[in-house]
């Protein structure tokens, strides 16, 4: 199974939507490479198609700046994390463990697999932060 070409084409739109993302919370590669605490050649590889975001990085980016991972790694929905994303999901009792857990099983890259955690990550993130406060 031929997968480098897919893996190619998904770092090179990963990178263009993270450049887009770094542009929008006007950082340069410098400045954001300070704060995710790597290289600037990091920000650099991962712009140009080359290597994919580190989950760590992906949960500082939705935790300082609410980047939705979901958007950053499948372009889907918004960049900025929307109350209709994953909280939403859940609200309505969706078992999102279940369903990335099945995903993770079938993907065999480990770079994919990564990606997938981090969407995991972010629900229980949210899950975290955004739960109704008890008012008594």
Request: aromatic share 8%.
């Amino acid at each position: 199974m031929k997968t480098g070409n897919n893996e190619n084409s998904l770092k090179e739109e990963i990178g263009l939507r993270f450049k887009r993302m770094r542009e929008e919370i006007n950082k340069s590669q410098k400045e954001l490479a300070i704060e995710l605490n790597v290289y600037q050649s990091s920000i650099s590889q991962i712009e140009s198609g080359i290597t994919f975001p580190s989950i760590t990085a992906l949960n500082y980016l939705m935790d300082r700046y609410h980047i939705s991972s979901n958007w950053l790694i499948n372009g889907a929905g918004t960049m900025k994390i929307q109350d209709h994303d994953v909280v939403s999901m859940l609200r309505k009792g969706e078992n999102l463990d279940e369903r990335y857990i099945n995903l993770l099983k079938q993907m065999q890259h480990p770079d994919i697999e990564k990606l997938i955690f981090a969407r995991l990550l972010e629900a229980e993130v949210f899950t975290k932060y955004n739960k109704p406060e008890n008012k008594s």
